[in-house]
C-alpha cells in the first residue's frame, strides 16, 4: 500500500510539472506574439486587422464570413453600450469622490456595479469566441470553462 501511495505521489508529481512546463511553454509563446503585435495601436487598428483577417482567411467560407462579420457588428455594438455605461458610472465615482458630501455606500455600489459591467464585458467576449468557434466548426467548451471560472474569481 506504502509504495502504490508513493508511486501515486511521483505520477501526479510528475503530471503535475509536465503540466506546469507545458503552461509556461505556452504563456512564453502567447508573449512572444504580443511582443509582436506594434501595429495594434487602436480600436481602429484592431478593427482594420480583424476586417483584413477574416477577408484574407483561406479556410473560411463566404458564408462563414458574412457571419462572422455580423457578429463583430453585434459584439462591438454590445462593447460599446457597455463602454457607455462603464463611463457614466466612472464619471459619478469621481464626483462622488470629490464632494465635501462623499457617501461610502454610494462609492460601494458604483464599484459593485463597475465590476458587474466588467464581468459582462468579458462575458460578451468570451461568448464572441464560442459564438466565433461555432461559425468556424469548432467546439468551444473549454473557452466557456475559463470564463465560467474567471468570472467566478471576480466575484470572490
Given at each position: 500500500?506504502?509504495?502504490?501511495?508513493?508511486?501515486?505521489?511521483?505520477?501526479?508529481?510528475?503530471?503535475?510539472?509536465?503540466?506546469?512546463?507545458?503552461?509556461?511553454?505556452?504563456?512564453?509563446?502567447?508573449?512572444?506574439?504580443?511582443?509582436?503585435?506594434?501595429?495594434?495601436?487602436?480600436?481602429?487598428?484592431?478593427?482594420?486587422?480583424?476586417?483584413?483577417?477574416?477577408?484574407?482567411?483561406?479556410?473560411?467560407?463566404?458564408?462563414?464570413?458574412?457571419?462572422?462579420?455580423?457578429?463583430?457588428?453585434?459584439?462591438?455594438?454590445?462593447?460599446?453600450?457597455?463602454?457607455?455605461?462603464?463611463l457614466k458610472l466612472k464619471s459619478v465615482l469621481i464626483k462622488?469622490?470629490?464632494?465635501?458630501?462623499?457617501?461610502?455606500?454610494?462609492?460601494?455600489?458604483?464599484?459593485?456595479?463597475?465590476?458587474?459591467?466588467?464581468?459582462?464585458?468579458?462575458?460578451?467576449?468570451?461568448?464572441?469566441i464560442d459564438q466565433t468557434n461555432k461559425i468556424l466548426g469548432?467546439?468551444?467548451?473549454?473557452?466557456?470553462?475559463?470564463?465560467?471560472?474567471?468570472?467566478?474569481?471576480?466575484?470572490?
Amino acid at each position: 500500500m506504502k509504495n502504490i501511495f508513493h508511486f501515486l505521489i511521483q505520477t501526479g508529481g510528475s503530471v503535475l510539472l509536465f503540466v506546469a512546463c507545458a503552461n509556461a511553454t505556452l504563456e512564453k509563446g502567447i508573449d512572444q506574439k504580443i511582443s509582436q503585435e506594434n501595429e495594434v495601436q487602436t480600436r481602429s487598428d484592431l478593427n482594420n486587422e480583424v476586417s483584413e483577417a477574416v477577408e484574407n482567411a483561406k479556410d473560411v467560407t463566404p458564408e462563414q464570413k458574412i457571419q462572422l462579420f455580423a457578429l463583430r457588428s453585434s459584439v462591438r455594438q454590445q462593447i460599446d453600450d457597455n463602454w457607455q455605461k462603464s463611463l457614466k458610472l466612472k464619471s459619478v465615482l469621481i464626483k462622488e469622490l470629490i464632494t465635501s458630501n462623499y457617501n461610502e455606500n454610494e462609492v460601494s455600489l458604483i464599484k459593485q456595479r463597475l465590476k458587474k459591467l466588467e464581468s459582462q464585458r468579458l462575458a460578451i467576449t468570451f461568448d464572441a469566441i464560442d459564438q466565433t468557434n461555432k461559425i468556424l466548426g469548432r467546439q468551444a467548451k473549454l473557452n466557456r470553462a475559463v470564463m465560467t471560472d474567471f468570472i467566478r474569481l471576480e466575484h470572490d
